[in-house]
């Protein structure tokens, strides 16, 4: 498979269909008037070849645009924060890489990133950069974790296989049934979010049950130990930052809505609010956030909270409206149940800061 055909398989597997489309809407509006912008999604990635034939877009703008993909949204996000002190080294993003790799030349040594890899053995460095964009001193260390999957093989290639291996021609009402192997990756990784919190990201993809996402964050934490030590860390309690958005809804606040909430009151009982579906939102019950709120104010806690970002009051941020479950299983863990872009996914890494 050449070079550029890895990338699109890969594209196909991790990028939406809307990231695809942007990607080419950017192209037109760069000049290309005669790229398409289809909405099937076997049509965009035939125009995206079409595109890179074209030279109207580099191989490097279509890793770019993977890079972002299977970085950003439907993930596990852990929240940490650094102890006192601490925190001014683990923002040093050339001082933790030297200090994982061992030395000064790390870039050469690895010729990161190495997105086109399919890892051989689990929790393989795929890369570590310094500074995303527009924010300069945020760094990345990203591993691949290996997967496989198993695919039907088409029954005529079965029986041509069969027949070239004993030369007799099989039986027309014979049926097979034959799947294969195929690796794949799964993205995990960390992420310093300038500065002040250090994100642990597990994709949702393939399977990930509790044990794998604790695998996954603990491998994590061993390979980037001899830098940062989750002991100078603590995980960042959402509790208050739910209870404030509740408060923040009942007040009138406008960027998101809340569909359900897991609420446990100062004696310990707990109460579930959700309306039919989670696309309702509680703000269309008053009296049902009124008392949640109330509830708050008497020393109970929001647990856990699914809440939407609304795309029309994100300031263009947001191009469509964005589900995130807020203290999944743990105080500090999100979980992001769609592809978003990294600018969605640090809008909301922002908006929990604003309510803290």
Known sequence: MSSSESIFKLLDEEATLTELQRLLRTIRQEGATEVRVPRRAEDVLHELRKALTGQFITQERLLAALQ??????????????????KGKLIADGEAVAEAIFETKNWRDQHQFPKLTLI????????????????KPHDWVAKFYDREVRHEDVPEDQVRKWIEGQTGTRVDPTWKFA???????????????????????????????????IALREEAIWTRIAKAVKQSDLTGWDLTPVRNNMMRAEANGATT????????????GTRAEFHRPTDEET????????????????EGGDCQANTVNFLADQSSGILEQDLQVIVGAARPNEIVIRSEASSQAVDYVTDQFRAYR
């Open 68 to 85: 972002d993909a299977e970085e950003n949204g439907n993930q596990h996000v852990m929240y940490y924060s650094p102890l006192k002190g």
């Open 119 to 134: 890892p051989s053995t689990a929790f393989t460095w795929a890369d570590f950069r310094i500074g995303l964009a527009g």
């Open 178 to 212: 034959v799947t294969k192997e195929v690796p794949y990756r799964s993205i995990v990784l960390a992420r310093w979010n300038h500065p002040d919190v250090l994100e642990l990201r597990v994709s949702r993809r393939g399977v990930v049950s509790r044990t794998t």
């Open 256 to 267: 998101f809505r809340t569909s359900r909430t897991n609420l446990r009151t100062a004696m």
């Open 282 to 297: 509680l703000s269309a019950d008053d009296v049902a956030v009124r008392s949640i709120v109330g509830l708050i104010n």
